[in-house]
């Protein structure tokens, strides 16, 4: 890039200073010709106008070189990119990953990003077919590894994951990717329609069908308030976007799809209270007969789970249901306890400032003008 515009500013520079040059000598010999009477006014301004037509396809040259220029960068990103080796690959011969009931096993898996640094310990749990397990923990814990490893964006450095008794790893990464339904916590969102970001989930479904997953993930009230409705551009990125209705259209794109098995990466993280616990209804009617796997922050968000799974520097260090947990006085209620006054105090909060607001907003009366 600095090449091209170093080059370009060179190439501009010399056909500035050769058509200004040409243009002094030209007229300044036109000029003595119509003094001397050899030429006439006409010659002169006929010479001026042909030089100047003659310097507009030079900047023309001058753009296209600059385009050409411009292209050959970005071939070659482009095939320096395409050249780029997948680390993740199917073995030969992978077949089709088959869901049968939906039951996912971590067994004794470790992993790390970096050789001095493991992010996961033999860690080991199940997911009985349509039940909903839950993982939660300090930051830090490794629990979104554990959704990138399911998706085989990486692979574990030992131990295995299963799906009905087949490796991940055995199967193709597309049959396993369509198997598994991702609401993540950062949600991808193309520079298209809100239609085609939704139905991106399942590219073949109707309107109708469109329009019920919108209506469950809480969003179709919106999109229809919008002038441009469906088909309303969401931009780069989904930069036209709010954070939380970017990540109610990811829900309508995964109820859209209706995979087997769900996984929910702080879905409701950028939600107010009010709509997380409409979605929230609304998510747990799409997990029913589903298998569930709940990555949360939100305590409140998990406490119906069949299983909730704690985890504390890449291991398992407590595990079972919200009551169960409580009753051991562990790291969870240490957790549960600290949200409650975190959400405790913000309320007290809330409703002091609508005291306050509600005093300041009292009617004014004008004083007269002196």
């Avoid at 193309?190 to 209506?215: H, K, P, V, W």
């Avoid at 709509?275 to 796997?293: H, N, P, S």
């Avoid at 079972?320 to 562990?330: D, I, S, V």
Wanted: proline fraction near 3%; aromatic fraction near 6%; glycine fraction near 8%.
């Amino acid at each position: 890039m600095i090449r091209t515009f170093s080059s370009l500013g060179v190439l501009n520079s010399g056909q500035a200073i050769i058509y200004t040059s040409g243009l002094t000598i030209c007229m300044w010999m036109t000029a003595s010709g119509v003094a001397q009477g050899t030429l006439t006014v006409g010659d002169f301004v006929m010479i001026n106008a042909l030089l100047i037509q003659l310097y507009m396809p030079l900047n023309f040259i001058g753009m296209v070189y600059r385009e050409i220029r411009q292209g050959l960068v970005d071939l070659e990103t482009m095939f320096a990119l395409l050249n780029q080796a997948p680390e993740i690959v199917d073995r030969p011969g992978a077949k089709d990953l088959v869901v049968t009931s939906g039951d996912v096993k971590f067994e004794n898996v470790s992993f790390s990003y970096d050789a001095g640094r493991q992010i996961l310990h033999d860690l080991s749990f199940e997911v009985p077919p349509g039940k909903m397990v839950a993982i939660v923990g300090p930051s830090g814990a490794g629990k979104s590894t554990i959704s990138r490893l399911l998706f085989r964006f990486y692979q574990a450095s030992s131990g295995k994951i299963t799906i009905d008794g087949q490796n991940i790893l055995d199967v193709t990464q597309n049959s396993l990717r369509n198997s598994v339904g991702m609401v993540p916590q950062d949600t991808v969102l193309f520079n298209d329609t809100i239609a085609y970001n939704i139905r991106y989930g399942r590219q073949e479904a109707s309107e109708q069908q469109l329009r019920d997953a919108a209506g469950m993930a809480q969003i179709d009230n919106f999109i229809m308030a919008l002038p441009a409705g469906y088909n309303t551009m969401v931009g780069e990125r989904g930069l036209k976007l709010s954070g939380g209705e970017k990540q109610r259209v990811a829900i309508a794109r995964t109820i859209l799809k209706g995979p087997p098995i769900l996984m929910l990466d702080e879905a409701t993280s950028a939600l107010d209270s009010y709509t997380e616990k409409e979605i929230q209804g609304a998510l747990e009617q799409v997990a029913q007969d589903r298998t569930t796997l709940v990555i949360a922050h939100r305590l409140s968000t998990i406490v119906h789970a069949d299983e909730i799974i704690v985890m504390e520097d890449g291991r398992v260090v407590e595990r079972g249901t919200h009551a169960k947990l409580l009753e051991r006085n562990g790291l969870y209620a240490g957790m549960w306890v600290r949200q409650r006054e975190a959400d405790e105090a913000r309320e007290r909060l809330a409703h002091v400032l609508e005291e306050e607001v509600g005093f300041e907003e009292r009617p004014h009366v004008e004083e007269p003008a002196e």
